[in-house]
């Protein structure tokens, strides 16, 4: 017996309809999640969430200060003054010479340092020395009065009752011999060889 084939051509049509349906339908499914995946890369930013420009900050104006005051430098006075930036410090500074005083020259000998005699004609004296020179009679007179006694030199050529040629040291001026006498000997402690004289009228 021959079967019919006409019944199975609506189900192969149904059959590749419903394929193409499926098909039709994954594809859709698959673009719509592609398009998701997309989205969610790049999200659009919606206008409310734009961020907010930043805060302007307030400007502080400085506090003014008053000027600094510098205090002068005070000089120490233990300190030594330096020397001017205008000097040249090679510069070699000659000193000065120094001129030592001249000594004073010594007396002259024979000069006269002592008193002559004052006495008159009647008038006696101690003679303690009769030297050959000024210088001599002027070394015993001084060493006479460091001890106390009051002398002073003449020079024999100019009196009467001496002997020419010498200078004389002798002590006082008595009016009378015995006078003389009694001071005779204390100057005699000192002078063993001192006698009186009378120098007699100046020549």
């Known amino acids: 017996m021959v079967e019919s084939r006409g019944w199975r051509v609506p189900i192969y049509l149904g059959g590749g309809l419903v394929a193409l349906a ?10 719509l999640s592609n398009q998701e995946q997309q989205t969610a890369g790049n999200p659009t930013p919606s206008p409310g969430a734009s961020a907010a420009p930043p805060a302007a900050t307030p400007t502080i104006s400085p506090i003014p200060t008053s000027p600094s005051v510098t205090p002068s430098p005070t000089a120490d006075p233990g300190l030594t003054p330096e020397a001017s930036p205008t000097e040249d410090p090679t510069t070699e500074i000659t000193p000065e010479p120094t001129v030592e005083p001249s000594p004073e020259p010594d007396p002259d000998p024979g000069s006269g340092t002592f008193e002559s005699w004052t006495g008159g004609d009647g008038d006696y004296t101690i003679i303690i020395e009769s030297a050959d020179n000024l210088s001599r009679a002027e070394e015993v007179a001084q060493e006479a009065q460091d ?13 009467s009752n001496l002997n020419g040629g010498y200078q004389v040291v002798f002590s006082g001026t008595y009016s009378s011999e015995s006078e003389a006498e009694d001071a005779l000997p204390d100057i005699k402690a000192e002078y063993s ?11």
């Open 22 to 31: 499926i098909l039709g339908v994954i594809l859709a499914i698959a673009a």
């Open 147 to 159: 001890k106390g006694l009051t002398v002073g030199i003449l020079n024999s050529d100019d009196y």
């Open 193 to 203: 060889d001192a006698y009186i004289k009378r120098p007699g009228s100046a020549n």
